[in-house]
T-cell receptor
Framework: KAGVTQTPRYLIKTRGQQVTLSCSPI?????VSWYQQTPGQGLQFLFE???????NKGNFPGRFSGRQFSNSRSEMNVSTLELGDSALYLC?????????????FGQGTRLTVV | QQQVKQSPQSLIVQKGGISIINCAYE??????FPWYQQFPGKGPALLIA?????SEKKEGRFTISFNKSAKQFSLHIMDSQPGDSATYFC????????????FGQGTTLQVKP
């Protein structure tokens, strides 16, 4: 069974631009969560999607948004990029995000904002 | 109240020794506590997880100890090996909400041969 796939693996963008990251969950998984990982702040929850609906949201500005498609694939968008958005963005999928369901992470997308 | 505090930040252990990483939380609504292992360039991988209805869970060389009254839980790695050198994260989530994990700050473990 294929794992969680994130594309692209690396991105370099300029301040003010926008970026879209993609996540393909494990087959059959319907919950997709996004996290930002930085050396200073660690792993921080961005949002979770389940059945194409945002179910949970972390404390990030509105520049961070996401969506989920009917095949459970998810995208995350960051608009008006700032230098501080440079981070590893991780996607995790689980069967339902409910009780007893484990979250499996992808390898992440390394975003560098210059 | 949503925080999970993890210590130590870094840990050096000799091969064959016991590695111990501790986490504490405030939110009593947390009821799922997983530990993740992350190697450089990789995403976190689930190691072991526990729920508050048990005080200890063991899987191979990895054991979670859970103290509900103290709101603390810890990871013990027995017979630590150089291949265990990685960053370890504890996490917590509320019931039915494992899609939203709150992570500790991480512990970088180095196991010396």
């Amino acid at each position: 069974k294929a794992g969680v796939t994130q594309t692209p693996r690396y991105l370099i963008k300029t301040r003010g631009q926008q970026v879209t990251l993609s996540c393909s969950p494990i087959s059959g998984h319907r919950s997709v969560s996004w996290y930002q990982q930085t050396p200073g702040q660690g792993l921080q929850f961005l949002f979770e999607y389940f059945s194409e609906t945002q179910r949970n949201k972390g404390n990030f500005p509105g520049r961070f948004s996401g969506r989920q498609f009917s095949n459970s694939r998810s995208e995350m968008n960051v608009s008006t990029l700032e230098l501080g958005d440079s981070a590893l963005y991780l996607c995790a999928s689980s069967l339902s995000g409910g009780d007893g369901t484990e979250a499996f992470f992808g390898q992440g997308t390394r975003l560098t904002v210059v | 109240q949503q925080q999970v505090k993890q210590s130590p930040q870094s840990l050096i252990v000799q091969k064959g020794g016991i590695s111990i990483i501790n986490c504490a939380y405030e939110n009593t609504a947390f009821d799922y506590f997983p530990w993740y292992q992350q190697f450089p360039g990789k995403g976190p991988a689930l190691l072991i997880a526990i729920r508050p209805d048990v005080s200890e869970k063991k899987e191979g060389r990895f054991t979670i100890s859970f103290n509900k009254s103290a709101k603390q839980f810890s990871l013990h790695i027995m017979d630590s090996q150089p291949g265990d050198s990685a960053t370890y994260f504890c996490a917590a989530s509320t019931r039915g909400n494992t899609g939203k994990l709150i992570f500790g700050q991480g512990t970088t473990l180095q196991v010396k041969p």
